[in-house]
């Protein structure tokens, strides 16, 4: 996750304390010393949308065998007793689950943050009232269109007046709510039309995700933009994030640690002084660190690597404690993700940026060349940039 309005204005927010560590301060397992990884939960498969690019593969039926809630409370002290920082509720759509709010509440009773990633369209006044009541810390809602163009990706007439009134009752119920936005090749053109939605509903919180192939999402391999569109895409993110400074607003891209680099290299054309600062933060947030400080849980207790990286099983929380699993090195994904500089391949083992980016994200490489160390094919930097040569 990269805070463009953190690296070009300087600004400050609250994920500043997790992303920007140095190096004395990381560990192999968790965000920081002392503290275990941001931990995504995909509390249950059921989900009354239908998106395309899905990494869940989620339908409207629950999955069969997900976690009990005396199985997830046990879980939840797992987490807290491994210093979890954040929760992050997912699914499927996590309010689909009857026992979401006591799970909630018994996460914030342990000192854990927590934060839904939701569609949005089930957010009712009431729902909303629940939210701030059990002190949930922050709702990212899902928008990938305006109107019809929304709802033929989301697989459900009528989803992007929900999720909008979705946001609209947060914002109203004050909760902090953030909008999410995947980038894709049917919705490239409307970044501006969202940026307009954001500014006329004062929507403090912006997220603009990458495609990543895993899931349906797979499907959409050709469905992404191209490398020239997503310099484009990031190049009125930037401009977006700079005329937004001082408002409070935060930009976000998330999914593609080349963007920081794309950033820094803008910057330092015009502003080296700059360009250094947003330097040292990048090296100070390590680029992707799936399988050390982000880390996922399905519905079947099931561990993984990431959200993405389902395919890869680590154990499962219903036999052995979370903490003790992903300290566990002996699965070959875990030990190579806490030091995969050496089994990186291409581009990304060539590139001059490696210690800020760390080699980007391992599902999209699998997904195109079927090799978990393979070049990420989302890099959008040019050869040039990277310093990759045919003898390096």
């Given at each position: 996750?990269?805070?463009?309005?953190?690296?070009?204005?300087?600004?400050?927010?609250?994920?500043?304390?997790?992303?920007?560590?140095?190096?004395?301060?990381?560990?192999?397992?968790?965000?920081?010393?002392?503290?275990?990884?941001?931990?995504?939960?995909?509390?249950?498969?059921?989900?009354?949308?239908?998106?395309?690019?899905?990494?869940?593969?989620?339908?409207?039926?629950?999955?069969?065998?997900?976690?009990?809630?005396?199985?997830?409370?046990?879980?939840?002290?797992?987490?807290?007793?491994?210093?979890?920082?954040?929760?992050?509720?997912?699914?499927?759509?996590?309010?689909?689950?009857?026992?979401?709010?006591?799970?909630?509440?018994?996460?914030?009773?342990?000192?854990?943050?927590?934060?839904?990633?939701?569609?949005?369209?089930?957010?009712?006044?009431?729902?909303?009232?629940?939210?701030?009541?059990?002190?949930?810390?922050?709702?990212?809602?899902?928008?990938?269109?305006?109107?019809?163009?929304?709802?033929?990706?989301?697989?459900?007439?009528?989803?992007?007046?929900?999720?909008?009134?979705?946001?609209?009752?947060?914002?109203?119920?004050?909760?902090?709510?953030?909008?999410?936005?995947?980038?894709?090749?049917?919705?490239?053109?409307?970044?501006?039309?969202?940026?307009?939605?954001?500014?006329?509903?004062?929507?403090?919180?912006?997220?603009?995700?990458?495609?990543?192939?895993?899931?349906?999402?797979?499907?959409?391999?050709?469905?992404?933009?191209?490398?020239?569109e997503t310099r484009e895409a990031l190049d009125l993110i930037m401009e977006k994030a700079r005329e937004?400074?001082?408002?409070?607003?935060?930009?976000?891209?998330?999914?593609n640690h080349a963007d920081g680099i794309y950033i820094y290299l803008a910057v330092r054309r015009s502003?080296?002084?700059?360009?250094?600062?947003?330097?040292?933060?990048?090296?100070?947030?390590?680029?992707?660190?799936?399988?050390?400080?982000?880390?996922?849980?399905?519905?079947?207790?099931?561990?993984?690597?990431?959200?993405?990286?389902?395919?890869?099983?680590?154990?499962?929380?219903?036999?052995?404690?979370?903490?003790?699993?992903?300290?566990?090195?002996?699965?070959?994904?875990?030990?190579?993700?806490?030091?995969?500089?050496?089994?990186?391949?291409?581009?990304?083992?060539?590139?001059?940026?490696?210690?800020?980016?760390?080699?980007?994200?391992?599902?999209?490489?699998?997904?195109?060349?079927?090799?978990?160390?393979?070049?990420?094919?989302?890099?959008?930097?040019?050869?040039?940039?990277?310093?990759?040569?045919?003898?390096?």
């Open positions: 996750m990269i805070s463009v309005s953190k690296l070009l204005c300087g600004e400050k927010f609250f994920g500043d304390s997790l992303r920007y560590q140095n190096d004395a301060s990381r560990q192999r397992h968790g965000t920081t010393t002392g503290w275990g990884p941001v931990v995504v939960w995909n509390m249950t498969r059921a989900c009354n949308l239908k998106c395309l690019h899905c990494y869940a593969s989620a339908d409207e039926q629950a999955g069969t065998g997900e976690m009990t809630t005396a199985e997830a409370l046990r879980f939840i002290d797992d987490l807290a007793a491994f210093n979890v920082p954040v929760l992050l509720l997912s699914g499927g759509e996590p309010l689909l689950r009857e026992d979401f709010f006591t799970l909630a509440a018994y996460a914030r009773s342990k000192g854990i943050r927590v934060t839904i990633s939701t569609n949005g369209t089930l957010i009712t006044p009431d729902v909303a009232a629940q939210i701030k009541k059990n002190d949930i810390n922050y709702v990212g809602i899902s928008l990938d269109g305006i109107g019809s163009d929304n709802d033929r990706f989301r697989g459900c007439r009528g989803a992007f007046a929900a999720a909008l009134s979705g946001i609209r009752t947060c914002l109203s119920a004050g909760i902090r709510v953030g909008l999410r936005f995947t980038i894709n090749r049917h919705n490239y053109d409307q970044l501006p039309e969202i940026f307009r939605l954001i500014k006329e509903e004062n929507i403090p919180r912006v997220c603009f995700y990458h495609l990543v192939y895993s899931g349906r999402g797979r499907k959409m391999l050709n469905e992404d933009v191209s490398h020239a937004y400074s001082g408002d409070g607003r935060e930009i976000l891209t998330v999914d502003d080296p002084s700059k360009a250094e600062q947003i330097r040292q933060l990048l090296l100070m947030n390590g680029g992707n660190r799936s399988g050390i400080a982000i880390g996922a849980v399905d519905w079947h207790g099931d561990v993984h690597p990431d959200q993405f990286t389902r395919n890869y099983v680590l154990g499962n929380v219903r036999e052995r404690r979370f903490g003790d699993i992903w300290q566990d090195e002996g699965h070959p994904i875990m030990r190579g993700l806490k030091n995969r500089k050496p089994l990186l391949k291409g581009r990304c083992a060539a590139c001059r940026w490696l210690d800020m980016c760390n080699g980007n994200f391992r599902a999209r490489a699998e997904a195109v060349y079927g090799d978990f160390w393979a070049p990420d094919p989302a890099c959008y930097l040019t050869d040039e940039e990277i310093g990759f040569t045919e003898d390096r």
